[in-house]
């Protein structure tokens, strides 16, 4: 007799667990996991500076001898990606993931010059950090040539 209540107890516990674990995989879908992954993915993947870059300030800023100097750099070393605008469309950035950034966008313009400069030192792959092939100074007359892309791109809309 107490043996025949034990399975049924047992049976009972047992559908309760059965119960629980269908509950508890009905509010954590699998769909649901991966609509998490993706946003975590897209966070990961989003290219954004530390918040201390921002205070960087560009001593070179508006100076049409940097901005010249800049120029000068951009169109041997940047424009194969960025494009001769620097709109992300240089021959070698087509085939790239993530495709190289247009340069002239809102996206990149809303950023502050140090994020900018940041960006340009610490490099993402497939880009290479500038660090070491340019001196702070040629760094900050790109970032100051950049800003002049932004500019006749909305000269033009
Ligand atoms: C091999 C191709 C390649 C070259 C060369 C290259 N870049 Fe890039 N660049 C990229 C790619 C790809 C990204 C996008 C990276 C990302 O968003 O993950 C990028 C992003 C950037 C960004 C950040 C834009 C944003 O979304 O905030 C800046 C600024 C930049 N490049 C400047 C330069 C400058 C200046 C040079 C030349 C000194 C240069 N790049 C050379 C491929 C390149």
Redesign the pocket.
């Known amino acids: 007799m107490i043996k025949k209540i034990d399975v049924k107890v047992k049976y009972v516990l047992m559908s309760i667990l059965l119960i629980l674990v269908v509950v508890a995989a009905k509010n954590n879908t699998p769909a649901e996991n991966f609509k998490n992954m993706d946003k975590i993915l897209q966070d990961d993947?989003a290219?954004k500076a530390p918040e201390y870059a921002d205070k960087l300030v560009n001593r070179l800023k508006d100076l049409a001898e940097a901005s010249k100097k800049g120029k000068a750099?951009?169109d041997t070393?940047?424009v194969?990606?960025?494009g001769t605008e620097g709109k992300g469309d240089g021959v070698?950035?087509m085939g790239?993931t993530?495709?190289?950034?247009n340069?002239t966008s809102k996206?990149?313009q809303s950023?502050s010059d140090g994020a900018?400069y940041w960006?340009?030192t610490t490099g993402?792959p497939?880009?290479?950090s500038?660090k070491g092939a340019f001196s702070k100074e040629q760094r900050w007359q790109?970032v100051t040539y950049?800003r002049t892309l932004g500019k006749k791109e909305s000269k033009k809309n």
């Not at 993530?98 to 950034?101: F, G």
């Open positions: 993947n290219w750099i951009f070393q940047c194969i990606c960025h070698a950035g790239l993530p495709r190289p950034a340069l996206k990149v950023q900018i960006k340009i993402k497939p880009m290479a500038y790109l950049i």
